[in-house]
Structures are given as structure tokens and as C-alpha cells.
């Protein structure tokens, strides 16, 4: 008995040292994502030739899988400068990037030895345009992360076929569908092999289940080769961080990592009759959301088949990187904010949590700002990215009862962004705040 209590407590002790190592290795694996907080999406394939919805188009019976495959005869990329990409998105202020490397139609952007379908192979394009990319990436010092769909519905071994019919039941041909598990394991490995990306971007999951999928296995294939690579959600659970799209979580998520991942207008790829763009004001104030819930933000541009960025989407990410470049300090290696009842709009906190940030999308009513039940002793407040000192206030504060009083501060015109301002509030100490009803006088 002696020896299997001393067994158990054995095995005990090593499960805790392996959890804990695997803890501090995920910790080490996600330290540069945490910090990097925005990035940016290219989606390029051949749905930019005729603009249209990327893959999507065809497996929905918009128009037929071969009028969509048609494009390939268009896409030429004669203007495709991977450097001048790399350039704008370094200065957007994105530390990564993630680009299509292959989405749901099955055309790789590089030249693949896995299958026949790829620019190279299919397009007048006739070279690979994934390598040039990711070299850039590489020399700009950027983090660089690729997207890969591992449904594909092109490839004559994958079941589904549109929304409305199917090639066959996985159940009924396990030997066909193994086959393509074997397919996404060896284009996994190519991308994997040549260009060690820090971070794989799955999509298309829904259809399969993780078992289906060996994801398991994929996800070890990738992590043998570079233990560091970050995995999004979207291959069945198995990955690091969640990744919501478009909408903008109302509450912070459950998940330490996550990325909303956003289109400027309401198009992936280059789809030029959506003009519906939003406007430089509106996606940055989407970032600072998700910054004040500990979130990144995936920026979307659509090249044109040519390889042409749009003057809209330039326009943006000009003006994101005036924005960030006059900020840093308040974006990156920030964490989560302070709950919203305690000061109307957005805030970060420094590491330490004794910097308070605070973005101010909006021109305050009377030049004043209000923070509620700050305990802490406020040392000063100045505004980001010029330096401007401010003056400060506190009303309602009792010296016979515990609660804090309403902190006001000044924020005269002139120092306004016109975007959005930010002041930063350095406090005595790691932030503290009053979560109480308040009281009532007992004695005076």
C-alpha cells in the first residue's frame, strides 16, 4: 500500500511540473502576439479578377465552379510589389501580418508540389507569389502568419462539394478521405518547411470534426517543427487564441488571447462595387475596443488581381499609422482596461497597471472627463504624443466615508487628436477601484 501511495504521488508530481511547464511554455509561445495588438489580413486569390466573393461564390450557387475557376486566366499580378506592401503595413503600425496562403477554392499562392492548382501552375501569373511576400515580411522585422483553409473544394478527394451536394460520406470511403488528410499534411508541411511562419491562421473547420480532421495530429506536425508557432481557434479547439469576425465582442472574452478579425468595407478580397468603406474614425475606434478588452485587431485589405493595393484601403492604413506612430505608448504591451462604469469610453493599463490610458473618441462636453471610484492618489495626467500636462480634480470626496470621489479632468480643445485622443493617468500604484454602493453620514 505504502508503494502505490508513494507511486501516486509520484505521478502526481510529475503531472503538475508537466502542466506547469506546458503553462509557461504557452506563456512564451503567445508573449509577442499579447503585445503586437494589431495586423494586418491580405485575402488575394483569383476571386479579384472578376471581384467577386472569395470561394464562396461557387459553393453558395452564385455562379458555376466553372465560370468561378475561369478567373485563373486573369490573374497576372503584373503590379505586384511585395516590398511597397510590406512598407505600407509596417507603417500602419501592425507587428504581423497574415496573408492567404490558400483559401477555400484550393489555389495556392505558392508553388506547391502537394497538388496542381496554385498561381504558379494555373495563372499567367506563372510564378509563385507567397515567397517574395514572405521574404519581405521577414526583412521589415514583422511577424508573419499565413492563412490556410484546410477545407478545399476543389480537390476531388474532399467530400463537400457546395452547400447543396456532396461527394460522398467520409463513413463510406475512409481510405478516399485519408487521402486528403494526407493532402492538407503535406501542403501544411511545405508552408511549414519553407517559410517558418510565427503563426498559422486555420480556417473552414465547421465542416469537419477535429477527429476528422487529425487535428491533433496537424497541430503537433506543425508545433515539432517550430514549437513557438502560434495556431488560431479554427482547427476544432485545438489552437491558442479565439478569433471573432466583424462584430466587435460586447463584453471581453472569456479567452486571455483573442483577434477580431475586420474587412474595411464588407468585402474580404477586392470586390470593387462595395464602396460601403469605412471611415479611418470608425476602425480605429474598433481598435481601441478591442485594446480596452485585451484584444487584437486583424485589419483586412483586398488587393486587386494585378496586385495593386486600393486607394481606399492605402488611405487607411496611411492614416492608422499616424494614429499608432503618435500613440505607441498606449497601444502596444498595453492590458485590458478598467470596466466601463468607472469612465465612459475605453482604457488600457500599463503592465504595472499604474498608468491608466484613456481614449477619448468623441470632443468632451464642458472640456472634462470623469473617472468614478478611483481610490488611488493620481501623481499626473498628460496627453499621449505631445506631452501636454493637464489639470485635474477631485469632487466628492468625504473625509468620513471610504468612497472615493469623481476625479474631473481638463481637456481643453486644443490638444485634441482628430481621431481619437488619449491621456494617460500615472497612479501612486497598481490601479484600485471602488466597487461598492456607496454610504450613508453615521456620525459628523
Known amino acids: 500500500m505504502k508503494k502505490f501511495f508513494t507511486t501516486l504521488i509520484v505521478c502526481i508530481v510529475l503531472s503538475n511540473l508537466s502542466f506547469a511547464q506546458t503553462q509557461a511554455d504557452t506563456l512564451r509561445r503567445m508573449a509577442w502576439f499579447e503585445e503586437a495588438k494589431l495586423g494586418i489580413f491580405i485575402h488575394w486569390g483569383i476571386y ?16 458555376p465552379y466553372d465560370q468561378y475557376m475561369k478567373q485563373c486566366k486573369g490573374f497576372k499580378a503584373q503590379n505586384y510589389d511585395p516590398q511597397a506592401w510590406v512598407k505600407l503595413i509596417k507603417e500602419s503600425g501592425a507587428r504581423y501580418t497574415v496573408i492567404t496562403s490558400k483559401h477555400h477554392d484550393g489555389v495556392a499562392l505558392w508553388d506547391t508540389r502537394a497538388g496542381n492548382l496554385s498561381v504558379k501552375k494555373s495563372t499567367p501569373a506563372r510564378r509563385d507569389v507567397l515567397t517574395p511576400f514572405c521574404n519581405a515580411v521577414r526583412q521589415a522585422g514583422l511577424k508573419l502568419g499565413l492563412y490556410y483553409s484546410l477545407l478545399d473544394w476543389s480537390h476531388t478527394d474532399y467530400p463537400n462539394w457546395t452547400r447543396t451536394t456532396t461527394r460522398y460520406a467520409i463513413k463510406d470511403d475512409t481510405l478516399r478521405w485519408q487521402r486528403f488528410v494526407d493532402f492538407n499534411s503535406k501542403q501544411l508541411a511545405e508552408l511549414s518547411e519553407r517559410y517558418n511562419p510565427d503563426l498559422f491562421w486555420f480556417d473552414g473547420d465547421w465542416e469537419q470534426t477535429a477527429q476528422d480532421w487529425h487535428a491533433a495530429d496537424l497541430v503537433g506536425q506543425l508545433r515539432k517543427a517550430n514549437p513557438d508557432v502560434v495556431i488560431n481557434s479554427r482547427i476544432q479547439g485545438y489552437g491558442d487564441y479565439a478569433t471573432p469576425e466583424q462584430g466587435v465582442p460586447t463584453q471581453r472574452p472569456k479567452d486571455r488571447w483573442w483577434e477580431l478579425c475586420m474587412t474595411m468595407n464588407d468585402s474580404w478580397g477586392y470586390q470593387p462595387h462595395d464602396t460601403n468603406f469605412k471611415t ?67 482604457t488600457t493599463l500599463s503592465p504595472d497597471k499604474s498608468t491608466l490610458y484613456l481614449y477619448l473618441p468623441y470632443r468632451p462636453g464642458d472640456n472634462t472627463i470623469e473617472i468614478k471610484g478611483l481610490i488611488n492618489k493620481v501623481n499626473r495626467v498628460w496627453v499621449v504624443g505631445n506631452g501636454t500636462m493637464l ?51 453615521s456620525s459628523n
Not at 396 to 408: R, T
Request: glycine share 8%.
Open 391 to 441: 489639470p485635474y480634480k477631485v469632487y466628492n470626496k468625504n473625509y468620513w466615508s471610504e468612497v472615493p470621489g469623481n476625479l474631473y479632468i481638463t481637456v481643453p480643445e486644443n490638444v485634441l487628436d482628430e481621431q481619437i485622443t488619449v491621456l494617460a493617468v500615472l497612479l501612486d500604484g497598481p490601479i484600485k477601484l471602488y466597487a461598492g454602493a456607496g454610504q450613508v453620514i
Open 280 to 346: 479611418p474614425h470608425m476602425l480605429l475606434r474598433t481598435f481601441v475596443d478591442c485594446l480596452s478588452m485585451g484584444g487584437n485587431m486583424l485589419l483586412d485589405i483586398g488587393p486587386r488581381a494585378d496586385g495593386s493595393i486600393p486607394e481606399e484601403e492605402i488611405a487607411i492604413l496611411k492614416e492608422f499609422g499616424r494614429w499608432t506612430s503618435k500613440h505607441a505608448e498606449a497601444i502596444y504591451q498595453t492590458r485590458a482596461g478598467i470596466p466601463t462604469q468607472f469612465f465612459q469610453g475605453y
Open 48 to 63: 479579384a479578377v472578376d471581384g467577386i466573393s472569395e470561394s464562396w461564390s461557387f459553393y453558395n450557387n452564385y455562379l
